[in-house]
């Protein structure tokens, strides 16, 4: 996992996520998934320039059940944004940064 980056299970998601005093993008994904293999230098930048203003996660798909079938994660990669322990955004698919830049800022 890239720095800055917190790895996501069923069992700390509560505390990372729902409870966490920042806004929080998560990256579902799986190591088979080419798509997500490409965004993945796009969400550790991010998680770098945005340190301190965003939480940045990431979950495999393939290794945690509980929280992806809980926000219906059909397809990979999904970007979720959280914010006051609420959903607030959603990105299916592989996108640019500057996509997922845009959306991040409208829950700063």
Request: with cysteine; hydrophobic share 45%.
């Amino acid at each position: 996992m890239a720095e800055g980056i917190v790895e996501l299970t069923d069992s700390n998601f509560e505390t990372e996520v729902l409870k966490s005093p920042l806004p929080v993008l998560i990256d579902f994904w799986a190591a088979w998934c080419a798509p997500c293999r490409a965004i993945a230098p796009a969400v550790e930048q991010i998680a770098q320039e945005y340190q301190g203003k965003v939480k940045v996660a990431k979950m495999n798909v393939d290794d945690q059940e509980k929280v992806p079938q809980t926000y219906q994660i059909m397809s990979i990669p999904t970007l979720l944004f959280f914010k006051n322990g609420k959903l607030a955004g959603q990105i299916i698919g592989a996108v640019p940064k500057f996509k997922i830049e845009g959306e991040l800022k409208r829950h700063l």
